[in-house]
């Protein structure tokens, strides 16, 4: 695994610039190390987080808005201030019903979001 450092111990999220990484989506990488990773990503009504698998652990906090959440075939309405787990390698993705935002930690790091 290539190492990606450390990001700073403090983070001013508006000092981050947003990644656009799909239709209706933007993401912050907001701080890492090689063994987790913290990020925002911003969506608006309709963004689709289409279904895919890695083999990290995620855990994800509904920061604001509604989302449909699938994790395995199973689909739950999720809003702010809930919560999902995503063992590695379980199929997931989201419907945004709500614009909002989800906070996501990943275990280890997701080196494919540090590639330019």
């Known amino acids: 695994m290539q190492s990606f450092g450390t990001s700073k111990e403090f983070i001013k999220g508006d000092e981050i610039e947003w990644e656009v990484v ?13 063994r987790v990773m913290l990020v925002n990503v911003h969506f608006e009504k309709g963004g689709v987080g289409t279904l895919h698998e890695h083999y990290h652990t995620q855990v994800t906090y509904v920061s604001s808005g509604k989302f449909d959440v699938t994790i395995n075939g199973v689909t739950q309405t999720l809003k702010e201030g ?4 995503i063992p590695p390698h379980a199929i997931h993705g989201v419907v945004c019903l709500e614009s909002g935002l989800l906070t996501d930690v990943f275990s280890p790091i997701r080196e494919d979001f540090m590639q330019p």
């Open 22 to 34: 799909g239709e209706g989506i933007k993401r912050k990488i907001l701080a890492y190390d090689d």
């Open 82 to 85: 809930d919560s999902f787990y």
